[in-house]
């Protein structure tokens, strides 16, 4: 028994306690281990384990955060999660939640990054004093990129659709691998020595980090930075951000999006944004003066640090409630099959054809069954009447006339003669042997 002091607890009250404890104590981890028991729902949430030699922990990384990942996750990959200590109250369990993930290979490249970016950023290159305005109506654009990539004709259908009149110089350059960030930062030259164009594109359709590493070089950065035309860098996909980005003049999220940058309507369009901009500043502003304060202390509070915080509890609740529903659907298919199969052969059994079968089947049974009893009739009549033949040959009278014996017949009416008082003198009569008849006279009856 608990002792008078000691305050009982339900389960709800001591996990609620565990899970503002751990919370709060881990709210940011980065965590390195191997990937098992990988399971994607159709929700698109995922759920795994991070495993080391000697332990594990179960991890969640819920649909928002997962949609940024370049590839799918599976089980045996080595990565490096970031994320917090979450307790998930219906199971008693505490867990990671991963807000990002990077396989373990990574590491070095992004390092690497962050130096360069870090470098550049203090020397001042990512300034927007240094960035270029791009001209109203350009003439000539430059694009720098794959002669065989789908940017070249995503740029081409959107300047032909847009804006017919402007002439597009292409100067070819490799997008990737050993080499290519030499061929991006000449071309930036080529065309700043020449004069060519109005206005540069440089950029490519998006893939992993080191797929977009040329663009994260620093002879590309300074060939940027130190170009006098204006560069809009459209590199990778929306989420895909690169130092090209950074010291470009204007970072497009996608190659169409900088040709549509580059031929964009002219001063009133600007002037409308700039107007646009203005008010909508001053309206955000005072929006934040009010309510900066309250953010920040919002912003401490553990439970509301990200909405999957709140929301992730009902998320798994929601997948278990569906794995419970896919069972139960399972089950109830299964017992309706058997039901179905059920009515099946009963109307299996009605139908005529079936029916005629079993009546032929019962018709071959009972024809057995007749021949059967008409075998066993007949042998027993067949006996019956072999006795009834040895009985009638054992009385019949030419038996006994082999034995000696003769009957006599009265010649006048053949009648059998079987008494003396039935002959008369010299009446005729016939007697008959056993091997034949013969005539005969009384001529004296005693």
């Known amino acids: ?33 191997e990937i098992s028991n990988f399971k994607a729902q159709s929700s698109g949430h995922f759920y795994f384990s991070l495993k080391d030699v000697n332990a594990q922990i179960s991890a969640v990384m ?16 080595h990565v490096i999660v970031r994320g917090e200590i979450n307790v998930y109250p219906p199971k008693g369990n505490y867990q990671l939640i991963v807000r990002e993930m990077t396989q373990v290979g990574l590491g070095e490249l992004l390092l690497k990054l962050e130096q360069l970016k870090a470098k550049l950023q203090q020397l001042g290159w990512f300034d927007a004093a240094h960035k270029k305005p791009l001209p109203a109506l350009p003439r000539r654009i430059g694009v720098v ?28 350059v490799k997008v990737q691998g050993e080499g290519a960030a030499q061929e991006i930062a000449r071309a930036i030259e080529e065309f700043n020595r020449y004069q060519m164009v109005d206005v540069m594109i440089v950029g490519r359709g998006g893939g992993t980090l080191e797929d977009l590493w040329a663009y994260n070089e620093e002879i590309v950065a300074a060939a940027i930075y130190n170009s006098r035309i204006p560069i809009i860098s459209a590199v990778g996909h929306e989420t895909d951000y690169s130092i090209a980005d950074f010291v470009a003049d204007v970072r497009a999220p996608t190659p169409s999006a900088a040709a549509e940058i580059v031929i964009a309507e002219r001063a009133q369009h600007l002037q409308h944004l700039a107007t646009v901009q203005r008010r909508l500043t001053q309206t955000i502003s005072h929006i934040i003066k009010h309510d900066r304060q309250r953010i920040k202390n919002i912003e401490k509070q553990p439970l509301l640090l990200s909405p999957y915080t709140l929301l992730g509890a009902s998320f798994q609740k929601m997948d278990d409630l569906r ?17 179905v199969d059920g009515l099946n ?8 054809t079936t029916q005629i079968a079993n009546y032929r089947q019962k018709f071959s049974y009972y024809e057995k069954i007749l021949l059967n009893k008409m075998s066993n009739r007949l042998t027993h009549s067949k006996n019956l009447l072999s006795n009834v ?19 006599l017949f009265s010649e006048k009416d053949h009648s059998v003669i079987n008494s003396v008082r039935l002959m ?16 005969a006279v009384v001529e004296k009856v005693e």
């Open 62 to 77: 819920f649909r928002g955060d997962a949609a940024y990942l370049k590839a799918l996750p599976k089980s045996g990959d």
């Open 1 to 33: 028994m608990p002792s008078p002091t000691t305050p009982i607890l339900t389960v709800s009250q001591l996990t609620h306690a565990l899970k503002l404890c751990l919370e709060s104590t881990f709210p940011h981890v980065v965590i390195q281990g």
């Open 424 to 439: 008369q003198k010299n009446q005729k009569i016939r007697i008959v042997l056993a091997d034949g008849t013969a005539q």
């Open 323 to 339: 794995d419970d529903l896919d069972m139960a659907s399972q089950q109830l298919f299964r017992r309706l099959r058997l039901k």
């Open 145 to 172: 990129t794959s002669p065989t990539g789908a940017v070249i004709q995503d740029i081409l259908n959107v300047l032909t659709r847009r804006f017919s009149c402007c002439h597009l110089i292409l100067n070819p």
């Open 389 to 407: 033949s040895a009985t009638l040959k054992a009385i019949d009278p030419k038996n006994l006339l082999n034995k000696g014996y003769s009957i």
């Open 345 to 352: 052969r009963q109307a299996q059994a009605l139908r005529p």
